[in-house]
């Protein structure tokens, strides 16, 4: 009961620095329509709610991923990116470099975004948790339990039109469901009215590289992907 109702404080602190950008964003723009501008002028300073989002995560000691930690690793990406990524959690490279997605299994993301005809500066990339767990094990329930308002305050923030999470504990934690991801993937599901992808994680498409049945089944959930977005679907994924 504790657990829950910490979460939920934080939850709602995040909505309440989500609504107060919004409530700015709003201002703003009644302002220039009151002055007969039919095009709205986006000051460069706007607002960074991403930024708010990870002043209020500060240096993190919530939970016990702090102790092994050395970077927090907080996500990249276009602020308003059309597409996000969500993975499990910072891996070695990934706490070295305080970056999501930047040893072997980042790269092999990277191929995935080029091949959908993208670049890694148009989608945005997080994960559940913001700290590597050690020996890259899953993240226990009270680690998720704990990040998962900061991520809900990033999908918020960035506001995508469509998530592919990469992973069983990706998938599982959004959708609250313990079904494997053999079982999700493939098809869309509703998350809070934004339509959800789950695929396989790149580091399992490493594991599995002698057969390529899995890179193709990931290939196929992104050109649905692709599809949904109105990207230009052509290609078969060979360069994944």
């Not at 000051?43 to 989002?53: G, S, W, Y």
């Not at 994960?127 to 809900?152: G, H, M």
């Not at 313990?178 to 999700?184: D, F, G, K, T, V």
């Not at 049945?213 to 990207?231: N, P, S, Y």
């Amino acid at each position: 009961m504790i657990i829950a109702i910490n979460r939920d404080r934080k939850l709602v602190r995040m909505n309440e620095i989500s609504e107060n950008w919004l409530q700015k964003a709003r201002s703003y723009l009644q302002f220039q329509i009151n002055l007969g501008f039919r095009e709205i002028i986006i000051p460069r300073n706007a607002p960074p709610v991403l930024e708010a989002i990870r002043t209020e995560l500060g240096e993190c000691v919530r939970c016990p991923l702090h102790i092994g930690r050395r970077n927090i690793v907080f996500g990249e990406g276009d602020p308003r990116a059309r597409l996000m990524f969500i993975g499990e959690g910072p891996g070695a490279d990934e706490d070295k470099q305080g970056r999501p997605f930047v040893g072997r299994a980042g790269q092999l993301l990277t191929r995935m975004i080029k091949a959908m005809g993208l670049d890694r500066a148009q989608v945005y990339i997080a994960n559940v948790v913001k700290c590597r767990p050690p020996e890259n094990r899953d993240p226990a329930s009270i680690e998720i339990q704990t990040c998962f308002p900061y991520l809900e305050s990033q999908i918020a923030g960035v506001s995508p039109e469509v998530i592919v999470t990469l992973g069983r504990i990706a998938a599982c934690a959004l959708l609250e469901t313990r079904e494997p991801i053999s079982a999700l993937r493939g098809r869309f599901h509703d998350r809070n009215g934004v339509p959800m992808m789950p695929t396989y994680h790149p580091s399992f498409l490493l594991r599995q590289e002698p057969d390529r049945r899995c890179k193709a089944e990931a290939w196929a959930d992104l050109k649905k992907v692709m599809e949904l977005l109105g990207l230009q679907v052509s290609g078969n994924g060979a360069k994944l």
